[in-house]
């Protein structure tokens, strides 16, 4: 995320330097259309939630509120998988392995005795 802001705000400062003005709603809608379904959420509620200070709700504010997000995305991210990986005590897929094992072990067996009739 903090790479993508950043590149945002560089072709939004290159533009200004050459004195081409964007609006607001417009650098808004660029930002907030390329963004993975992951912050739909975020989205929904930035541009459908009315803002009497929206005047004052800058590219700035956006970027924060951006990165906040995709920081609680990461961290919920990051505790689904520790608790998945708590929940199977760490084995799951060693126990599917073994299991997968001993399963093709016993078709080979199988197929062994059937070719040596």
Do not use: C
Request: hydrophobic share 40%; net charge neutral; charged share 25%.
């Amino acid at each position: 995320m903090e790479e993508y802001l950043t590149k945002i705000r560089q072709l939004y400062d290159d533009l200004s330097a050459k004195n081409i003005i964007l609006l607001k709603q417009v650098i808004f809608a660029w930002v907030l259309h390329n963004l993975s379904d992951d912050f739909e959420m975020i989205v929904s509620s930035i541009t459908q939630s009315p803002r009497t200070d929206m005047p004052s709700y800058d590219i700035d504010q956006l970027f924060a509120d951006l990165l906040e997000e995709s920081k609680r995305l990461t961290s919920l991210n990051k505790s689904y998988d520790t608790a998945l990986l708590t929940s199977t005590g760490g084995k799951k897929n060693q126990r599917h392995h073994k299991a997968n094992t001993a399963r093709i072990v016993n078709e080979t067996i199988k197929i062994l005795q059937i070719a040596s009739f």
